[in-house]
Structures are given as structure tokens and as C-alpha cells.
């Protein structure tokens, strides 16, 4: 059986269980597109249940709330989707998320939203090595069997071209503003 033997009426790859994602995206800005894809991929697949990490975990200690972000949401998935949407490139949280995915060595993919936006900078170091690939929102969408098929390569990447140097972002930014925030 190859990586594209496929029967979407059972959620993928042939025998295959329903596969656990998580999804990574600016809760501020990006809410709809994150609901829209959960409701076009919940019968496909296992999508970790929505939560805020400034709602989720009441704490301002860094190393507290990275370690919940994996042990919560990043352990037991098997990729990590990135929604990209205006102000995602700038977002502490999706780039700690992004981190312990790639520190897991999980499948990491971007989805460009149609709304527009730059991929967060360790998403792109990892777009540019080649370890995650990148679609269009449209893409993805489109055809059922486009993201099935881009979580099976993405987890199927050579683990040595994981790209995870960039110093952590301990600040959100806003592209509207030009400014951080806490």
C-alpha cells in the first residue's frame, strides 16, 4: 500500500484509523476560518478541541504554559495545522505551538487563509527546508482528499529537515499597530 491509497469514506488512507490534528491560529482574528474548518474536516478527522491558551491555562509562567500546550494539545496529535491568516506571523502562542510540534517531530502544514497573511517565521524556515508543506486555503478545501494526503507526506518527512532554531517569540505582535503585546 502506497502513501496515496485512499478511501475517503473512511476518513483516509486505507485501514487507517481517524487521524488527531491540531489546529494553530490567531484566536483573535481567525475564529471563523478555524470553526469553517473544523466543520468541513470533523468527520475526516479528530480536531483537538479549540482552546485559547490565555483562556485555557491561567498562568503567566512561560515554561508552565508551553509544557500544558504540549502535554494538552500537541501530545497524541500526529500533525499540526497552521492557519495563516493578516496577524498569525506574529503570535506567541502559534509560534509556540509551531516549536513543540517540530521539538515532537510531528507533520507541520500551512494553510494560507483567503484572508491573506505572511506565514509565522519558524512555519517559513520549515516551508523553506522543505519539512512542511504549504497550500491555499482554496486548495485544501477543494478536494477531500488534498488534506489527508498532505498530513500523510507531512508526517512522512525526513525528521533531519526540521528547521527549529529561531529564538522563541516571548511577545505577540500586531501588525496594526506595529507594536507588542503581552
Same mark, same amino acid.
Given at each position: 500500500m502506497? +502513501? +496515496?491509497d $485512499?478511501?475517503? &469514506?473512511r476518513g483516509g488512507l486505507l485501514g487507517q484509523i481517524k487521524r488527531k490534528i491540531f489546529v494553530s491560529y490567531h484566536h483573535g482574528g481567525? &475564529?471563523?476560518?478555524?470553526?469553517? $474548518?473544523?466543520?468541513?474536516f470533523c468527520d475526516q478527522y479528530d480536531v483537538v478541541k479549540d482552546n485559547s491558551p490565555e483562556r485555557a491555562i491561567d498562568s503567566d509562567d512561560a515554561d508552565y504554559v508551553r509544557w500544558c500546550l504540549a502535554a494538552d494539545f500537541i501530545t497524541g496529535s500526529s500533525c499540526t495545522i497552521v492557519l495563516i491568516g493578516r496577524d498569525t506571523w506574529g503570535r506567541r502562542f502559534v509560534d509556540w505551538e509551531i516549536d513543540l510540534t517540530l521539538q515532537k517531530e510531528?507533520? =507541520? !502544514?500551512?494553510?494560507? +487563509?483567503? *484572508? #491573506?497573511?505572511?506565514?509565522p517565521?519558524? =512555519?517559513q524556515d520549515n516551508v523553506r527546508s522543505r519539512y512542511a508543506p504549504s497550500f491555499s486555503w482554496a &486548495?485544501? *478545501? #477543494?478536494?477531500? *482528499?488534498?488534506l489527508t494526503q498532505a498530513i500523510e507526506i507531512a508526517n512522512h518527512r525526513p525528521?533531519? =529537515? !526540521?528547521?527549529? *532554531? &529561531?529564538e522563541r517569540r516571548y511577545r505577540s505582535a500586531s501588525s496594526v499597530y506595529g507594536i507588542l503585546s503581552a
Open positions: 502506497g +502513501l +496515496l $485512499f478511501d475517503p &469514506r481567525d &475564529r471563523d476560518w478555524y470553526d469553517a $474548518f473544523s466543520r468541513t510531528h507533520g =507541520l !502544514i500551512g494553510v494560507v +487563509l483567503p *484572508t #491573506g497573511g505572511v506565514a517565521p519558524r =512555519l &486548495r485544501i *478545501t #477543494g478536494n477531500a *482528499t488534498t525528521k533531519g =529537515l !526540521i528547521n527549529n *532554531t &529561531r
